[in-house]
């Protein structure tokens, strides 16, 4: 062994000798101290990895088919301690800075979990995209990175903005931006760039000076229909990447859509399809979960091949047991109609003929190993949920983010009836703090739509969707980021009632109306009943004593806000209206 190994284990064990020295004498006047005992053994044990991690580091860096290299910070001192990886295989930093892999040939890209109290590094200036990656190439063996650490250590509170599906394209999607029906013909990179960015710049602008902001796209940036365009993804990473925001994405089935070719345009503007990075108390692990079948396209819900749960188990091994894990794909693992042959039945009736994740149960058994719990996000479907469902007796919440798209840029609304927009998270030391939904070019405080229930939207109504009373005043509110957690009331009369939560497999009347009339790139069964795969569970209903009565709906969220809205604003013309168009 080299003198540096030595001194690893020279310094595990003086370690341990000083802390059985000192218990003892405590001992001795003091009751016995299990968690200052944890913190050294704490201590032996990184001695004995950073033991380890050099011996590793050693055993390849004179091989052939190894990678290795220095991580440095700015001054030039060592950054020790630092996962590494290529897809494959994990290790950390030793205390030079240095690591070592076993070439992988499957390996595209080497990249290192950013720290919590490094910079999360980006392209550039003006393309604020993360950038914490190399692509591996035969003929190189050395790759160096350069951290800088953040001026404040780690970042207590900051914000997370998810958005989900961006999904571009390269046609003009037919939009309509007044009551006249008059078409408008604007790219749909024009589109995001002008309503979701600039609305995201406001939101940012809004925060306390010196607010750090991140981001997270959740896949399907584009989609190629309307004719190939290779520039389409550099498009779309630079309209992401153009707030002061330090943007992440993980990769979607629009995204490579079984392509090798479109798959390498991701890759090229994104990297790794496979990574983690740390921000706060939380470590964010993004996977793509887009696995192709011959007879299905892709399957639903979304699978992880051996290979990524090797990797994932590997990533997860080297992180700390206090952080939150935050689970990042595109694809839901909690439901699906195009199960993979190992996925399980939901059980749910009202949810009939979805599956979970044939991963799921392995995942959520990593995941609880972790003292501040975890969070599964994802995109994809096009409408919002909070999906909960409960697997081996474990109850288990998805977030699956609602499309900054809406229906692929056809209207200002998700089929679900949610308007375009993205979500915005607060965390803060150890916990998450806040969440709303921000429509796009609405403000924060509108997160709810109402309606009637006999309102004959193009020949939808509500109340025959859901079998509910046509001639009795009935009101129905849309409240974009509800779960069960969320208390929602009517005030009729100066009394507070209870709303009826809808959770099942159905549609929404005033989107599907909507649609039904002017959507042409996509097929009307997406937006319908005859979708299978819609589940609307924040959808609430209240008869009132008098048809006449003026109503209050009052939401109150989980992190102390309370949203309303009254029966003025009930949406009764099917068309003039925010669907249509945005109203300045």
């Given at each position: 062994m080299k003198r540096q190994h030595y001194t690893y284990i020279l310094a595990a064990l003086v370690a341990g000798l000083i802390a059985v020295m000192a218990m003892s004498r405590k001992e001795a006047v003091e009751p016995f101290d299990a968690a200052a005992m944890q913190r050294v053994m704490g201590g032996m044990a990184g001695c004995f990895d950073a033991w380890l991690a050099a011996r590793q580091r050693d055993s390849l860096a004179n091989k052939l088919d190894s990678i290795s290299g220095h991580l440095t910070f700015a001054d030039g001192t060592a950054a020790k301690g630092v996962v590494v990886s290529d897809g494959t295989s994990c290790t950390r930093t030793d205390s030079t800075g240095r690591y070592a892999l076993l070439r992988d040939k499957k390996a595209r890209f080497v990249f290192y979990t950013v720290p919590s109290d490094c910079e999360v590094p980006v392209h550039s200036d003006s393309d604020r995209t993360a950038f914490f990656y190399q692509p591996v190439t035969r003929r190189r063996a050395t790759y160096d990175f350069r951290l800088t650490r953040l001026p404040g250590g780690i970042e207590r509170n900051y914000r997370m903005i998810v958005i989900g599906d961006p999904q571009v394209t390269n046609a003009m999607n037919p939009f309509y931006t007044g009551p006249n029906d008059n078409l408008v013909e604007k790219s749909d990179v024009a589109r995001f760039n002008d309503e979701t960015m600039t609305d995201i710049r406001r939101t940012i602008d809004a925060l306390p000076d010196a607010t750090p902001v991140y981001g997270l796209s959740m896949g399907d940036n584009v989609q190629y229909y309307g004719g190939y365009n290779s520039e389409l993804q550099q498009q779309i990473r630079a309209a992401l990447g153009s707030s002061r925001m330090r943007l992440f994405s993980v990769i979607g089935n629009h995204d490579q859509d079984g392509s090798a070719l479109y798959r390498s345009k991701w890759e090229q503007c994104w990297g790794p399809t496979d990574y983690s990075f740390n921000r706060?108390?939380?470590?964010?692990?993004?996977?793509?979960?887009?696995?192709?079948?011959?007879?299905k396209s892709y399957y639903s819900p979304g699978e992880l091949t051996d290979r990524q749960m090797k990797w994932l188990r590997q990533d997860l091994a080297l992180t700390p047991r206090h952080m939150r894990v935050v689970l990042c794909y595109h694809i839901p693992l909690t439901f699906g109609t195009i199960p993979g042959a190992k996925a399980s039945p939901l059980g749910i009736v009202?949810?009939?003929?979805?599956?979970?994740?044939?991963?799921?149960?392995?995942?959520?058994?990593?995941?609880?190993?972790?003292?501040?719990?975890?969070?599964?996000?994802?995109?994809?479907?096009?409408?919002?949920?909070?999906?909960?469902?409960?697997?081996?007796?474990?109850?288990?919440?998805?977030?699956?983010?609602a499309a900054a798209c809406g229906n692929i840029w056809q209207s200002n609304i998700n089929i679900c009836g949610t308007p375009n927009g993205y979500y915005v998270y607060t965390f803060d030391d150890k916990r998450l703090a806040d969440c709303y939904y921000k429509g796009t070019f609405w403000p924060v405080t509108r997160q709810m739509t109402l309606f009637r229930a006999a309102t004959d939207f193009n020949g939808e109504r509500y109340a025959n969707d859901w079998n509910l009373p046509h001639d009795t005043g009935l009101i129905v509110a849309n409240v974009f980021n509800a779960d069960s957690r969320w208390d929602i009331t009517v005030v009729e009369n100066g009394l507070e009632h209870p709303m009826h939560r809808i959770s099942s497999c159905g549609q929404d009347a005033f989107a599907t109306g909507y649609h039904h009339k002017y959507c042409q790139a996509m097929p009307y069964r997406f937006v319908s009943k005859q979708n299978g795969y819609l589940v609307m569970n924040h959808l609430f209903y209240y008869e009132p004593h008098s048809r006449d009565s003026r109503l209050t709906v009052r939401a109150r969220d989980p992190y102390g806000h309370i949203y309303e809205c009254n029966t003025a604003e009930v949406v009764t013309v099917p068309f003039y209206n925010f669907a249509h168009y945005y109203r300045r």
């Open positions: 706060g108390n939380e470590h964010y692990v993004c996977l793509n979960n887009v696995q192709f079948t011959r007879h009202s949810e009939e003929r979805h599956y979970y994740s044939s991963r799921l149960p392995e995942l959520l058994k990593l995941l609880n190993q972790y003292e501040g719990g975890y969070e599964l996000f994802c995109g994809h479907t096009h409408f919002a949920m909070h999906h909960e469902i409960e697997v081996n007796g474990e109850r288990v919440v998805e977030r699956c983010h």
